[in-house]
């Protein structure tokens, strides 16, 4: 079936980049997707790319497509406290519902 | 329009009792999910509507579960007999799909149910 998986922590230093790596299963998703959540808050649809691209970027965001591995990978450079949130990858199936990981959570160090 | 937005944001009840949720899109999309999030987990999804239809249910969805979309704007989530294992974070999302290829999903702040 269809199955995202994440790692569960990431620590990072202010001003260093962060990588947060996914994989996922179904090989006919058609959009890939990263969404950020704060405590509290809802979650926010950070970007996104088409499954025949391999890569995006979005101002200090970097996202990379490996199709033929299904990885995933969401990059931010210069990383700061407020980038401090889980971050999900989700991919689109069937008739677009999104199937998610189970996040990963960023912490920030200054 | 400010975004999704879910109603209410918070509900505690007792084990048996019906709740009801409701969750207004962004104006003019015309698709809507509902989806579920327990904690440490990401979102699950329990089924979606395009303008009144709903086209796909999960099979989280128990028969307790109903959800309409009566005029295509609004929708509407209820859960009957309660039970603690529904406690979770209700979660609605909108999107203008097909059209637009319905690549983006915008996710309201969500509902918070706790079960006695």
């Known amino acids: 079936g269809e199955d995202v998986e994440q790692s569960l922590f990431l620590s990072v230093r202010e001003g260093d980049s962060s990588v947060i790596n996914c994989t996922y299963t179904d090989s006919s998703s058609t959009y890939l997707y990263w969404y950020k959540q704060e405590p509290g808050a809802g979650l926010q649809l950070l970007t996104y790319i088409f499954s025949n691209m391999d890569m995006k970027q979005d101002q200090r965001l970097t996202v990379l497509l490996n199709k033929k591995d299904k990885h995933l990978s969401l990059r931010i450079a210069d990383t700061q406290t407020g980038d401090s949130a889980i971050y999900f990858c989700a991919e689109s199936v069937s008739q677009g519902n999104l199937i998610f990981g189970k996040g990963t959570k960023l912490s920030v160090k200054p | 329009d400010t975004g999704v937005s879910q109603d209410p944001r918070h509900k505690i009840t007792k084990r048996g009792q019906n709740v009801t949720f409701r969750c207004d899109p962004i104006s003019e999309h015309n698709r809507l999910y509902w989806y579920r999030q327990t904690l440490g987990q990401g979102p699950e999804f329990l089924t979606y509507f395009q303008n009144e239809a709903q086209l796909e249910k999960s099979r989280l969805l128990s028969d307790r579960f109903s959800a309409e979309r009566p005029k295509g704007s609004f929708s509407t989530l209820e859960i009957q007999r309660t039970e603690q294992g529904d406690s979770a974070m209700y979660l609605c999302?909108?999107?203008?799909?097909?059209?637009?290829?319905?690549?983006?999903?915008?996710f309201g702040p969500g509902t918070r149910l706790t079960v006695l």
């Open positions: 999302a909108s999107s203008s799909g097909p059209l637009a290829g319905d690549r983006e999903q915008f």
